[in-house]
């Protein structure tokens, strides 16, 4: 009772995720030194074709942001809107860009907006985080990847062990191992309490 995996099943009529909509990020523009007048597009794919795409360009305090869909793979312009920057000061030199969101009752400060029917921030559009649809044994097999990931293993905790990066220190790496086997141990028990169920 209370353990890996157990607690409330899906709900019927849960809040839509930041996951299941289209986000627009501008920390993207930054991390690519795109904070220029150029045309940045970003395009949404599924199973390999685009679906939809976003093209952003930034004139002085605002951002042109042009909204498309695809039809027998031909862009269709849907909407455009132009949304409001912010900028802030970093504390070692130049500015951070940040969208204003464009609901009228709104007007918050943030780095992502999401398009569903329209752009909006995520509290506007009332959007939960992915994270917390997790499960504990979700959470759990996560956590383990993300172990891998930095130790620089092969995905999947099936795939055995690797060996130490060189880099790392041996009591860093002893430690990640030893949280890896007590994660894995964690969530090989709940597979059998579940199988004997």
Sequence with gaps: MGGIGSGRGPRLFRRPTTAESRPIDLRLLRQEGRYTSDPWTLTWTLAGHAVAAVEIVLIGNLAKVSLYGYKAGQPIRIDESRIELHRTPCRYGGTRLWFVCPESRCHRRVAILYWRDY????????L???????????????TIEMIRARLGWVGGFLNGFGSKPRWM?????????????????????SYRADQCD
């Design 128 to 142: 939960a985080y992915h994270s917390t649809r997790m499960t504990a044994l979700d959470r759990t097999e996560a």
């Design 169 to 189: 220190r041996w009591p860093t790496f002893h430690r990640l191992v030893a949280e890896h086997e007590r994660l894995v141990r964690a969530v090989l028990q």
């Design 119 to 126: 752009v909006a921030c995520r509290r506007c559009h009332g």
